[in-house]
């Protein structure tokens, strides 16, 4: 079935050092990779998406890009500050976008 | 000007119990969705709804029950509550769209702390 692996599952980095985030995916029908910030007892939040047919995204500090050929799409965060601090998923859209599947998320501790 | 919401936010229950849990989105969208996260985070897909009717089932037991009386909501029933039902459960909203793409940014709702007990 459907999967989206995503490490690490905990990553820790001293304040305005990058983040680096990465996931899998398996169904090569996805054509939608969104990522959600979920702040401790908060609701997701989607932070930054692509499309299948754009190779990179950037805004701002947060940027992303997609290799459809080899499933892989990755978040990077330049500068990180302590407020980015959360739990980060990655996701893959797929079956008319109706069906999200979810990596397993991110701890990101930012350290001041 | 909340864009989705949820009750009740909290829920504490007996073994055995039947609970609902309702979601409305004020956006317009056509798209609602129901999502359980359990106690290490992992967000799993339950149910998906267009314009009312059902689209994905992700093999959730009978017990779950979802209902959308109109595309502005999507209502959770849950029967004979079990131990392992313990999560918060997300409802969240999405407008597709037309393109090379119909997909778009889900909104989620605060989520609602359901505990068995």
């Known amino acids: 079935g459907e999967n989206v692996e995503q490490h690490p599952s905990t990553l820790s980095v001293q304040e305005g050092d990058s983040a680096v985030i990465k996931c899998t995916y398996s169904d090569s029908a996805s054509n939608y990779f969104p990522w959600y910030k979920q702040e401790l007892g908060k609701r997701p939040q989607l932070i930054i998406d692509i499309r299948s047919n754009v190779g990179e995204k950037k805004d701002q500090r947060i940027a992303v890009t997609l290799n459809k050929t080899a499933k892989h799409f990755s978040l990077h965060i330049t500068e990180t500050q302590p407020e980015d601090s959360a739990v980060y998923f990655c996701?893959?859209?797929?079956?008319?976008?109706?069906?999200?599947?979810f990596g397993a998320g991110t701890r990101l501790f930012v350290k001041a | 000007d909340t864009a989705v919401s949820q009750t009740p936010k909290y829920l504490v229950t007996q073994m055995g119990n039947d609970k609902s849990i309702k979601c409305e989105q004020n956006?317009?969208?056509?798209?609602m969705y129901w999502y359980k996260q359990d106690s290490k985070k992992f967000l799993k897909i339950m149910f998906s709804y267009n314009n009312k009717e059902l689209i994905i089932n992700e093999t959730v037991p009978n017990r779950f029950s979802p209902k959308s009386p109109d595309k502005a909501h999507l209502n959770l029933h849950i029967n004979s509550l079990e131990l392992g039902d313990s999560a918060v459960y997300f409802c969240?909203?999405?407008?597709?769209?037309?393109?090379?793409?119909?997909?778009?940014?889900?909104?989620f709702g605060p989520g609602t702390r359901l505990t068995v007990l």
């Open positions: 969240a909203s999405s407008q597709r769209v037309t393109g090379v793409s119909p997909n778009n940014e889900q909104f």
């Open positions: 996701a893959a859209s797929t079956s008319g976008g109706f069906k999200t599947i």
């Open positions: 956006l317009g969208h056509d798209t």
